[in-house]
Structure formats: C-alpha cells, structure tokens
C-alpha cells in the first residue's frame, strides 16, 4: 500500500505522458528522463496529456504499485511546469489526487 508521511520523497513529472505506458514503460522514465532511480521509493507521479488522469508509481520491497486516479468530470489543476520534474510535499499530492478541479468540461 502507498505510505504518504511528511518525509515521503515525491517527484511530479510536469510534462504529460503516454498512458499506454505501465509500470516498465514508466519506471524507464523515472531513469532516463527525471533522473532518478525508480527502485529508490519514491513516489513518481504522472499526468496524461488530457489531465484527467493521474498515475503514482513506487517501488516497495519486492515489486511496484501502480495507482491509478481518473476524474469522472473535469480536469486535474496544471502540473508545476518549471522543470520537467519537480519534487512535492505528501500535503501538496493529496490536494492533487483529491480530485481538485481547474475547468469542468459538461460534455464528459
């Protein structure tokens, strides 16, 4: 189970992602372009280019989880956008994956 303590070591991937990409496809990021070791766990965490999903990956122990959070309606709020990853803290990510909405879109 995903663990968040105000000591947990988060990193958001600003840049949307390919969600046809799983766990291999997202830990590869984690190495090649964030730079960091996705065995490290951390928490790396990924939108899609309609920002309506979100993905957290971690490693723990012995193998991956893999959350997966989809809006019924609306849009995640944007990505800091400064760098290609930037780290957050556990309070900021619940805020994230609490669902708060920047624009809905009624037709969805």
Not at 54 to 78: P, Q, T
Request: proline share 3%.
């Amino acid at each position: 189970m995903l663990h968040l303590t105000a000591n947990s070591k988060i990193y958001l991937a600003s840049k949307p992602v390919d969600f046809r990409k799983h766990i291999d496809g997202l830990a590869a990021i984690c190495e090649q372009t964030l730079n960091q070791e996705p065995r490290s766990g951390n928490l790396f965490v990924f939108i899609n280019k309609a920002s309506t999903q979100v993905r957290v990956l971690c490693y723990e122990g012995n193998g991956y989880w893999l959350a997966c959070k989809r809006l019924s309606r609306g849009r995640f709020k944007k990505f800091p956008c400064n760098n290609y990853v930037n780290q957050v803290a556990a309070h900021e990510l619940k805020k994230i994956l609490k669902g708060v909405l920047a624009k809905s879109n009624k037709s969805m």
